[in-house]
């Protein structure tokens, strides 16, 4: 089974404070962790922590489709981040993000009301292109009206989605905001998930998401194995004849 993640922990500039969230990260089981930064084309920093796998994020927040250029184009700086996320303020650039761009992950607004309503298409189309969709769990347990809307935009997007491309992170910038993948699986209950469609939102959907995202950086594919479980018939077939003879008795 994959490894529990969380794709959002900000980068701030508190050495002591960042080596802190990442010790309770590793503590509470996380075995992969991704330090976003937003909208801030610095030179990738490698972790330090040999208990967890640190990664390098860059969020843009786009409120014009003048902004997507910055993703569009094959700058040096964007393949410094093992994961490019993109922040939509519009329905327009939601369907961009969804359809054109070349991004790991594309951000749900979950501290306000929606301005537009998702729509099939283009979710669908992300969908199919290996695009994942995100929500933040951390503004729901700081207040009442913000865990109203992330609920309610968490629900409008399953309706969509039906579950399928969803990763669940932190966004955390203290240490007691962070909470363990199983806790974080149970929100995911609220959110309208299955319960194994939670437990993928902290573990397989997070893997996914890395392996799109070293895959965009080489512009090739990016293999990996899962060892397949025997099924019984197979089993009984490779027993030598005098056990099955016993097992039939």
């Known amino acids: 089974m994959a ?3 969380d794709l959002n922990l900000p980068q701030g500039p508190d050495k002591k404070s ?20 937003v909208i801030d084309f610095k030179e990738k920093k490698q972790g330090t922590s040999k208990r967890i796998k640190v990664l390098t994020r860059l969020t843009l927040i786009v409120s014009d489709p003048s902004h997507c250029n910055l993703l569009r184009s094959t700058s040096a700086n964007i393949r410094l981040y093992d994961i490019i996320a993109v922040f939509p303020k519009t329905e327009k650039l939601f369907h961009i993000a969804c359809t054109t761009l070349d991004v790991d992950l594309v951000c749900i607004n979950v501290t306000e009301k929606l301005p537009f309503y998702f729509r099939r298409p ?16 951390t503004p729901a347990i700081k207040d009442s009206t913000m865990r109203r809307y992330t609920i309610s935009n968490a629900i409008s997007l399953m309706q969509i989605c039906k579950g399928k491309n969803i990763v669940i992170s932190s966004a ?6 962070l909470r363990g993948p199983y806790d974080v699986a149970n929100l995911g209950l609220l959110f309208g998930l299955s ?3 939670a437990k993928a939102a902290v573990s397989t959907n997070c893997r996914a998401t890395m392996l799109h995202g070293e895959t965009r ?7 990996y194995t ?21 097992t039939q008795a």
């Open 122 to 137: 283009p979710v669908n189309m992300a969908i199919d292109r290996g695009i994942y969709f995100e929500l933040l769990y």
């Open 3 to 5: 490894g529990f993640a």
């Open 172 to 177: 955390a910038e203290r240490p007691l905001e």
């Open 18 to 37: 960042l080596q802190s969230l990442l010790e309770a990260a590793a503590h509470l089981g996380y075995s992969a962790v991704a330090l976003n930064h």
């Open 195 to 197: 319960e194994s469609e």
């Open 226 to 246: 899962v060892k397949k479980p025997r099924k019984v018939e197979e089993e009984e077939t490779t027993l030598p004849a005098c056990k099955k003879a016993k």
């Open 217 to 223: 950086k080489s512009a090739c594919g990016v293999v």
